[in-house]
C-alpha cells in the first residue's frame, strides 16, 4: 500500500485545472480561494459508508468514485448552483487495494472535470474495516437566487426531472445477485443498475431554473418523492395534491418504488402559475431530459395521492437511516 504521504501526492498530481480564484488547493494547511463579486457562497456534504450506502461486492470503484460526487453534486444542483470545488475524507481499510482506491478517485476526478470542479483538499485516514467516503462540496449561486426548500406557493405547479423508482429497482436487482456487465443482464436491468449505481446530477436544467427565476422551491430526491416533498410542503407550510397517474415510472418501477425508493437524484420542483411559459420555454431546450408534472401544492396542509377512484394521505415512507 501507498504511505500517506505517496497517496496524497499522487492525488494532487492528477489535478490539473485550476480555477483563477484559487490561491492554494491540496498542500497546505489549508485551501484559500477568493470568493466571486455578486455571489452567494454554497456549502453541503454527504457521507457514504460502506455497507449503510454501498456494498464492495457490487459496487466497482470507478462507479462508486462517481456517485459519492454525483450526490453531492445533486445537493447543489438542488439550490441551483454552480459547483466550484470539493473537498474529499477517506478512510480506508489496509485490505482495500491502491488499485481500488486510485480508480475510484480517477473517476471522480473526472466527473469533476466535467462539471469545472476542483478537488482542494480532504483528509487520509486508516480505518479497522470498513471504507468511509466524506466529501464537502462548494458551490456559487447569483445573490439571493438559490432555491430554497421554504419557497412553495398554494397553486404551484409541482415538477419532477427524469423517471422515478429506477435506482431501488436497480438496488433490489443488486439484491438479487444481478451486476453490471453480467452478459445475461436485460436492457431494462442495465439501466436500472446503472440508475442506482451511476446518478446523473441534474445541474443544468437546475443552473437555468435557478439563474431564470422559474422555480419557488427544490429539492433533489434523496430519501423518495414522499419524503422530499414532504420536506419542501413542511418546510414551505403548505400541501400537496399529487396525481398518482402522472408519475413518470422509470420502465418496470411500481408506484412505491417511485414515491418512496429514493435516490433517483432527480429534482422535484414547483413552479407559480405565472411562470408556466417560461418553464415551458426552457423545457424546449433540455430535450433529452424529461420535466413531468405530478401535482399541485395547497394552502391546505395535507399531502393527498390522487388515483382514479380516491384520494389517500401521501404519507412519507422514504428511506430513513434512524428507523
Ligand atoms: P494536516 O495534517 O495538516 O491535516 P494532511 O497531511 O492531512 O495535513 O493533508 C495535507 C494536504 O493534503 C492538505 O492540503 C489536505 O487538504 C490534502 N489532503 C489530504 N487528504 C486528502 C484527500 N483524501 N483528498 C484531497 N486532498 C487531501
Ligand atoms: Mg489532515
Known amino acids: 500500500m501507498k504511505k500517506e504521504f505517496e497517496f496524497i501526492n499522487w492525488i494532487h498530481h492528477q489535478i490539473n485545472d485550476q480555477q483563477s480564484n484559487l490561491i492554494a488547493g491540496i498542500g497546505d494547511d489549508a485551501a484559500i480561494f477568493l470568493p466571486q463579486n455578486d455571489q452567494e457562497i454554497l456549502i453541503s456534504t454527504d457521507l457514504l459508508a460502506e455497507d449503510i450506502h454501498f456494498k464492495l461486492d457490487y459496487t466497482p470503484a470507478r462507479l462508486l468514485g462517481h456517485k459519492a460526487l454525483a450526490v453531492n ?10 459547483p466550484t470545488f470539493f473537498l474529499l475524507s477517506i478512510a480506508r481499510p489496509k485490505t482495500l487495494s491502491d488499485e481500488f482506491i486510485s480508480e475510484m478517485l480517477l473517476s471522480m476526478l473526472q466527473l469533476a472535470n466535467q462539471h469545472q470542479t476542483t478537488l482542494i483538499g480532504g483528509d487520509t485516514s486508516a480505518s479497522a474495516n470498513k471504507l468511509f467516503l466524506n466529501i464537502t462540496i462548494l458551490g456559487n449561486c447569483p445573490r439571493g437566487k438559490s432555491i430554497k426548500r421554504t419557497g412553495a406557493k398554494p397553486n404551484d405547479e409541482i415538477y419532477v426531472t427524469g ?13 438479487a445477485g444481478k451486476r453490471i456487465l453480467n452478459p445475461e443482464l436485460t436492457k431494462e436491468e442495465t439501466l436500472a443498475l446503472m440508475a442506482h449505481l451511476q446518478p446523473q446530477p441534474r445541474l443544468a436544467i437546475a443552473q437555468s431554473l435557478c439563474v431564470e427565476e422559474i422555480a419557488n422551491s427544490m429539492i433533489d430526491i434523496s430519501d423518495g418523492v414522499s419524503s422530499d416533498l414532504g420536506h ?14 402522472s408519475l413518470p415510472l422509470f420502465p418496470g418501477a411500481s408506484l412505491d418504488q417511485a414515491l418512496n425508493g429514493g435516490e433517483d437524484y432527480e429534482l422535484i420542483f414547483t413552479v407559480s402559475p405565472s411562470n408556466i411559459d417560461k418553464l415551458k420555454a426552457l423545457m424546449e431546450r433540455f430535450p433529452n431530459l424529461a420535466v413531468t408534472k405530478i401535482g399541485t401544492i395547497t394552502e391546505n396542509l395535507e399531502r393527498l395521492l390522487i388515483t382514479d377512484s380516491t384520494s389517500i394521505p401521501l404519507l412519507a415512507r422514504g428511506y430513513d437511516h434512524f428507523a
Open 73 to 82: 453534486l445533486s445537493d447543489i444542483a438542488a439550490m441551483g448552483g454552480v
Open 163 to 175: 423517471q422515478l423508482g429506477g435506482s431501488n429497482l436497480g438496488f433490489k436487482l443488486l439484491q
Open 232 to 245: 419542501i410542503c413542511e418546510q414551505s407550510n403548505v400541501g400537496a395534491r399529487v396525481e398518482a397517474k
